[in-house]
Structures are given as structure tokens and as C-alpha cells.
């Protein structure tokens, strides 16, 4: 027997009410802050955005994380832009100018453009600066309460699809295989890919979550297994390799993961290693879901593999490993000195390999037909 299938019957205590969001103004100082993800879970740190600086290091060193969380956080980014205004200056010059350093800040996830220039919309029209300050704020309040929306009715359609797994298995447990982080700290609240799980267990059905380490910054060991752990959900920390071997088992029922940028023709840019995860799904006959709010999609892409930018991060961060020791976090080195070392952090999953979407609208095939009749003020006339 597997050591996961002894605790079947046991209930994971539910250890706190639902967490505090990723991201929220502090009413006492107005400072925007957020949980400082490159700590967790050892350390639970804050971390405050100030400055335009502020905003792009969080964003470039992985403070915050996941596409609705960058986009987000660009969108109030373009607030402190207009805070931090200084007098004299071509203020409309200025924004612009800012506004494109803070979209270059990561290249993958399109949250962080749609964000910035959502945002710009709303403010560009306006010329008095008080104005603009109080427009950017609304629309980035806005945002974060449509991407909570979006994220909630995620869940709400995703875990009919766990209950008809459950249905079939006569409620049998279901076992989940995730990759990385797509919760509610990637998302400010309930998350992508975990809202149907989080749904499920709220509503009593037997679940149990694979949960892939996602190296080389083990997003899914150090954050969704904290994000599952802090809410009672039964789950397993597993190696990146281990999710074709637990398939061919017969150990995995479904997988769900996020996406960073998916065009509207339904390929899927995720965390590197995502593809090989759907490879091994496909060929064990596996259901591969991909969760995403309308705010992920690129709707001018119709090639991932060919149009996707794909970011390469620092090899250190290949190169280099860190945990926590004697009560403090240490980094140590895991390869030879002399030796070359690739990040690319993500890849991309050809739609084919996809089973569907599930989106705030609902369920729907990854197509550019079936993406087109959930969204369909989305697509232009010549597309």
C-alpha cells in the first residue's frame, strides 16, 4: 500500500480560515504590500511597494509570482508611478516612460501588459494628476476584485469536473497532479488551478493532491504544499520526474494546472516541465486541464511554440538550492563550479495535448472555435 492511501480516511484539520490574500493596501499607511513568496514556507516576510523600484524588483526576483498576481501588481504599479510623480515634469512623458520599464519586467506573463496598459486607458484621458492618482487606484482595485471573481467562478466550474470523477469512482479518492504554484498566493485569492480543489474539499469530496517539487524554485513543494497544508488538504510533495511513473499506475486521475500566457488558438505557456507532464497525461488517456482567467490569454497569438517569449532566468538559480537550517534559510550550491547551466522558466504545451479550459465562463475545448464562442468580443473581424 501506498503511503499516501493509508491516510484516506483521515481529515487533514483545517487550520486557518481562508488566507490572506497575495496582495492589499494597508489601510493605516495606504502602502501597497505583498507576501514576500521567496521565504515562504519558512518564513512568513512582507514586503512593501513604495516606489516604481519596489515594483519591478518584486516582480523580476519572483517576490510575487503567477499571472493574475503580476498583473495585479503592475496595475497598482502604475499607481505608485503617478504617487511618486515629481513636480516639473512632463508628467504624461514621464508615465509613459515608466510605464514601459514596468512592463519589461518579466516577458512572459501577459497579465503584466494588459495591466499596465488597462490601467493607462483609464487615466490617459484624464489631465489633472489628482485625477489620474485617483483613477489609477479605482482600476487597480478594479482588477484585483475581477481577478478574485474570475478565480472563484474558476472553481465553481472546475470542480464539476472533479465530482464526476468522484461519481464514477463511487467516491473513491481522487488523486490531482499539479504543477507549481497557481493558488491563491499567484492569484491574490482562491487561485487557478487550486479553486477547484479548494471548491472540492469545501464541499466533503475525497480528494488527494500530487503535488510536483517544480524545480529549479520549487514553487510546488514550498508554496502550493504550504497553501494545501494551511487549508486541511490531503496532499504529497513528489519529485518533478515522478508524475508519468504515478500515471502509468493508475495513481493519477486528472491534472490541473495554470498557465502564464495561452493563445487563443488554446496553446499553453506554463512553468517548465508542464509539457512533459501533459505528454504523460495523453499517453495514459489522463484528462490534462489547464484553469486561467480571460486576463492570461493573448489574443493576438496564434502560435505559442513559435510566438511565446520564453524567459531564461539567472542559472544561479539552477546552480544554487535553498532551505531552511537550524531556524535560518541558507543557500548552498548543488553542481560543479566549472560547469554551464540553463533556466528557461517555461515551456510550452501544443493545444492538442490539451483536454480544455476551464475559465470564469466555464469549460471549453482548446481551440480557437470553442475559445471564440466563450469570448467571442475577443476576436476581430480579420482573424
Known sequence: MHDFEKSKTSVCPKRSIWPKRSIWIDKNTQTVKVIDQRYLPHKYIIYELKTLKDVINAIKQMVVRGAPLIGVTAAYGVSII???????????????????????????????????????????????????????????????????????????????????????????????????????????????????IYKAHDLGINIHIWVDETRPLNQGARLTAWELGEYGINHTVITDNCGGHLMQHGLVDMVIVGTDRSTYTGDVANKIGTYLKALAAKDNNIPFWVALPSSTFDWDLDSGVDQINIEERNSDEVRFISGELDGSIQKVSIMPATSRAANYAFDVTPARLVSGFITERGICKASEVAIKQLFPEKFVLDR
Open 82 to 196: 503617478l504617487q511618486n510623480t515629481p513636480s516639473g515634469v512632463d508628467e504624461t512623458a514621464c508615465l509613459l516612460e515608466e510605464c514601459e520599464l514596468l512592463k519589461n519586467a518579466r516577458p512572459t506573463a501577459i497579465n503584466l501588459v494588459y495591466a499596465v496598459d488597462r490601467v493607462l486607458e483609464k487615466i490617459l484621458v484624464e489631465n489633472d494628476l489628482n485625477i489620474r492618482k485617483s483613477v489609477a487606484l479605482t482600476e487597480a482595485d478594479n482588477l484585483a476584485e475581477e481577478e478574485v471573481e474570475n478565480c472563484r467562478k474558476i472553481g465553481e466550474h472546475g470542480v464539476a469536473l472533479i465530482k464526476e470523477l468522484s461519481d464514477k469512482k463511487n467516491g473513491e479518492q481522487i488523486n490531482i497532479l499539479t504543477h507549481c504554484n497557481a493558488g491563491w498566493l499567484a492569484c491574490v485569492e482562491y487561485g487557478t488551478a487550486t479553486a477547484p
